[in-house]
């Protein structure tokens, strides 16, 4: 079992930035990918960022050029920097786990934190 816990979201206008962190604890040894995901009312879920135990890190399309995503692995910890923002970016973010187990794939996820841009 793994918690997740973000923090860092907020308000901000325009062009501004903010930086998410996502804090996992628990069955940490058996995460396998760490990402951000976001969810704006009426819309699918959809991936802003992954980072995966190999090392490798992605950013979706609607944060390229604009997002950077970070995880510290030996603190168990997932960043999110998102600078440039704007209204589409006005969504609930959530911190996403993927376990890999020799007994399954489980996927765990955080409560989220509500990023508002204002225009």
């Known amino acids: 079992q793994v918690q997740l816990v973000e923090s860092g979201g907020g308000q901000v206008q325009a062009g501004g930035s903010l930086r998410l962190s996502c804090t996992a604890s628990?069955?940490?040894?058996?995460?396998?990918?760490l990402g951000w995901y976001r969810q704006a009312p009426g819309k699918e879920r959809e991936l802003v960022a992954e980072?995966?135990?190999?090392?490798?890190?992605n950013i979706a399309h609607s944060g390229q050029g604009r997002f950077t995503n970070s995880r510290d692995y030996g603190q168990n910890m997932l960043y999110l920097q998102m600078n440039t923002l704007n209204n589409v970016d006005t969504t609930v973010c959530l911190c996403h786990a993927r376990l890999i187990t020799v007994v399954g794939i489980y996927d765990y996820w955080g409560k989220g934190t509500q990023v508002t841009v204002s225009t």
């Open positions: 628990g069955n940490v040894g058996s995460i396998y990918a």
């Open positions: 980072a995966d135990g190999d090392g490798r890190t």
